[in-house]
């Protein structure tokens, strides 16, 4: 079993930063891809971005291209989001995600293809 702890999560204004983090724990996610999507009031969940197993490709959501990037370090079991230039549109419930089901790229943004997730932690952008 793989447990993920998402935390940077906060309040910002917008135009701000925050780096989110993801921790795993109960075995290496090394040969998972990875991936971020968010939740926001009233809406579905939505993909935001995604890393390969080794980090050599990523994918992100329209909305965030240039403002967001996704890495990862796989001796620390940890992948990340940072976050840039923050819109209140982008306010939400941010969840990490292992995928489990990863087999071709058209899968990253498939929350189907996600196996294990995390709680998930609060961004709250400003006006």
């Known amino acids: 079993q793989v447990q993920l702890v998402e935390s940077g999560g906060g309040l910002v204004q917008a135009g701000g930063s925050l780096r989110l983090s993801c921790a795993a724990s109960?075995?290496?996610?090394?040969?998972?891809?990875m991936g971020w999507f968010r939740q926001a009031p009233g809406k579905e969940r939505e993909f935001v971005a995604a890393i390969s197993w080794s980090g050599a490709r990523t994918y992100y959501t329209d909305s965030v291209k240039g403002r967001f990037t996704i890495s990862r370090d796989n001796a620390k079991n940890t992948v990340w989001l940072q976050m840039n230039s923050l819109r209140p549109e982008d306010t939400a419930v941010y969840y990490c995600?292992?995928?489990?089901?990863?087999?071709?790229?058209?899968?990253?943004?498939?929350?189907?293809?996600?196996?294990?997730w995390g709680q998930g932690t609060q961004v709250t952008v400003s006006s």
């Open positions: 109960g075995r290496t996610v090394s040969s998972n891809a």
């Open positions: 995600a292992a995928c489990t089901g990863c087999t071709s790229s058209y899968r990253y943004s498939s929350q189907n293809a996600y196996g294990y």
